[in-house]
């Protein structure tokens, strides 16, 4: 009398599963927290708004790197307007509104990074006192056009080394003020080869 052939086991039967619990792969690591840890996690502190338990970051260390951001911006922004304001020269006027473009540009990231200071509990720092010393770039006015253009490059240069460390220091322990950095860090590069760009131009 043959064997009748017994069941194979199938994929969901190796997930280990009791009440109450998430459901376990072979290796006993939850895929996910489970909804009443999620719950009492949520209520506990809730005074600390967006910053949860599962926080991995250094919250007062990306606070400080956020607030020298925010300076850098600021600093950004005065200068970019200056510039829109001083240009003069036979072909200053297409340069002089891009100046003012990106001085737009500088103010919305600027409002970004603030947001999202304030939303790890922390304080965006708009003193006016100490802004050129939190800023990783100078506010510098430039003799002319060209030069105009230059400092503003060496600004956007900075910027875009600044944004790569932080964005290397904080990896994927605040996946929210990474994605944010590189969204920064895209519009800076933009604005470093328009820069650089208009340094071949003949600016007299």
């Not at 043959?2 to 792969?25: C, E, F, H, I, L």
């Not at 790197?65 to 200056?82: G, P, Q, S, W």
């Not at 010393?133 to 875009?160: C, F, W």
């Amino acid at each position: 009398m043959s064997k009748k052939p017994g069941k194979k086991s199938s994929p969901a039967s190796k997930v280990q599963k009791s009440a109450g619990n998430p459901a376990m792969p072979d290796s006993g690591r939850p895929f996910l927290t489970d909804v009443k840890t999620l719950r009492a996690r949520a209520r506990k502190h809730i005074d600390q708004g967006a910053v949860t338990e599962g926080y991995r970051g250094n919250r007062e260390t990306v606070l400080k790197l956020l607030n020298e951001a925010l300076a850098t911006e600021i600093v950004c922004v005065l200068r970019y307007r200056y510039h829109h304001f001083v240009a003069s020269g036979i072909h200053a006027d297409a340069v002089a509104a891009e100046f003012l473009v990106h001085a737009t540009e500088e103010q919305a990231h600027a409002d970004l990074i603030a947001q999202r200071i304030v939303q790890l509990n922390g304080d965006p720092n708009m003193d006016p006192a100490g802004l050129t010393a939190r800023s990783h770039s100078e506010y510098v006015k430039g003799t002319d056009l060209r030069d105009m253009i230059k400092e503003n490059l060496v600004a956007e240069r900075i910027a875009i080394d600044s944004y790569k460390d932080m964005i290397a220091y904080i990896g994927d322990n605040d996946t929210t003020t990474k994605r944010m950095l590189e969204g920064i860090l895209a519009m800076e590069e933009e604005h470093a080869d328009e820069l650089s760009d208009w340094l071949d131009g003949d600016w007299g």
